[in-house]
């Protein structure tokens, strides 16, 4: 995947981080915004949201979660 922007590629991304943390025992929730045309990117984009505080999860994943 080389197209973040797009949705597939932010939803690409929103799993990627969110099985990096989960491995390390975090849960962090993230969320696609479509933010539509930029004309600086002369494309649509799709932006990830996160509940991360300076790039940091914010709560341990419960004990047993997937």
């Known amino acids: ?13 929103a799993d ?3 099985d990096f943390w ?3 025992g975090y849960e962090v929730e993230l969320e696609s915004h479509r933010e539509g ?5 002369r494309s649509a984009r799709t932006d990830l949201r996160s ?3 300076n790039g940091m999860p914010r709560r341990i994943a419960e004990a047993g979660a997937a």
């Open 37 to 41: 045309f930029v004309s600086t990117m």
């Open 51 to 53: 509940d991360m505080v």
């Open 1 to 13: 995947m080389s197209d973040f922007c797009t949705n597939e590629g932010a939803q690409y991304l």
């Open 16 to 18: 990627r981080i969110k």
């Open 22 to 24: 989960r491995k390390k």
